[in-house]
């Protein structure tokens, strides 16, 4: 179980953080050997364990960072994460860092130690620490995946600039309809009806709607959010509609073309880094199923693995599968002929995160306006819906 504690360093600097104990008692020995003596502590309840696992990235970048630094000033790995689990302001990962002290005094490997750490320290993580022990390059391997993880971030951060302005607008729009439809409209509709004329088309099909939404407001409500836990639940029971969903992601328009590059980004990436790190190609390419996030990609990347291990070389192997385009086959195809396929993975991926960014900036540019004027039509609709039958009125009147 887990323990809050409260505990003080040799220094006299006070410490809270969270650890895995079985009782107070072995709390206060784990702490013991993490030089700090406790003050208090007490077991987590259920309800505020739940979602407490992650650790932010922005956190795991610079824990990259400080311990390649050390490692690279030559300071030993415990030394260096012990000065690391004092510095860190996060709890949780306070927590992870003597996971990970602990593991090592006990006779493991750092990669090891962080193998027990799955929910923070992917496999391809574990897998590319183990392969820098072993090569004796663990500075360097740390480098790349503090780069690596950089530049998930910043991917992270062009998917929520480009989803964040159509969710903006979205809401707006939603809020400001349901306001007329439900305050306005049924106002202005008895007054409407009441001038004794023939009402158009448009009109009698808003004031319809109007009625709709005052009388059925919370199953307009409801009804996305059952559709939503039924495609939820279809998704966690269901292989194929999870299948199906990922492919269908891939093929939305403006969206789906620039998901495609971040997965083909974010694989050629990771494979470079992978056997620059000295790990085998078929080692790398199931690594990377693991991190391409759609199981489209996944399912092509089992395929192109097993071809190779068939016997056909890489490049070969992906244009089989016929889901990556003809730049990755290429450059694929160049780096075996010229034993750099490290290099030329790498070059695909600036290609593609350039290309991620500049179409981000685009799809964004065209995203905004097209909001607009769906958002003017709408409101223009219903405008012109009330106000034309009024507008025919008055000119009855000075005729």
Not at 149 to 170: C, I, R, S
Request: aromatic share 8%; net charge positive.
């Amino acid at each position: 179980m887990q323990f809050d504690y409260k505990a003080v360093s040799a220094e006299g600097r006070t410490i809270l953080g969270r650890l895995d104990a079985l009782n107070v008692v072995d709390l206060e020995m784990r702490l013991k050997r993490m030089e700090l003596d406790l003050i208090t502590g007490k077991p987590v309840e259920t309800g505020r364990r739940f979602g407490s696992r992650r650790v932010p990235r922005r956190d795991l970048i610079n824990f990259c960072f400080h311990l390649e630094q050390l490692a690279r000033a030559g300071v030993p790995i415990l030394e260096g994460l012990a000065d690391l689990r004092d510095s860190v302001e996060n709890p949780r990962f306070r927590e992870v860092i003597a996971g990970l002290i602990e593991g090592i005094e006990g006779g493991q490997t750092l990669s090891l130690a962080m193998a027990d750490q799955p929910a923070v320290f992917s496999q391809v993580f574990v897998s590319l620490i183990r392969a820098g022990e072993a090569t004796g390059r663990l500075p360097e391997v740390l480098a790349s995946l503090s780069e690596s993880l950089k530049w998930e971030d910043e991917l992270a951060a062009h998917t929520k600039k480009l989803l964040m302005y159509p969710a903006f607008v979205g809401s707006i729009v939603l809020a400001a309809t349901f306001f007329l439809m439900i305050y306005m409209v049924p106002q202005l509709k008895m007054f409407v009806r009441n001038m004794g004329q023939a009402l158009p088309l448009q009109t009698q099909l808003l004031f319809a709607l109007s009625d709709a939404l005052v009388a059925y407001w919370w199953a307009f409500l409801l009804v996305p959010l059952v559709v939503a836990i039924a495609v939820q639940i279809s998704l966690q029971t269901d292989p194929l509609a999870r299948l199906r969903l990922d492919r269908l992601k891939l093929t939305l328009p403006v969206v789906g073309p620039i998901l495609k590059k971040i997965i083909l980004s974010r694989f050629a990436a990771t494979f470079a880094m992978l056997y620059a790190s000295g790990i085998p190609v078929l080692d790398s390419i199931r690594a990377t199923q693991d991190i391409v996030g759609n199981r489209v990609v996944r399912r092509a990347l089992e395929e192109a693995e097993q071809s190779v291990r068939d016997g056909q070389n890489v490049a070969g192997a992906f244009a089989q599968v016929g889901l990556f385009p003809p730049l990755v086959v290429r450059m694929l195809r160049i780096g075996e002929n010229t034993g750099g396929l490290d290099r030329a993975l790498a070059n695909v991926s600036y290609f593609y995160n350039r290309d991620v960014k500049e179409s981000v900036e685009k799809a964004q540019a065209l995203i905004e306006p097209m909001l607009t004027l769906f958002m003017g039509a709408l409101l223009g609709w219903i405008m012109l819906s009330v106000i034309g039958p009024i507008y025919d009125v008055i000119s009855r009147i000075k005729m």
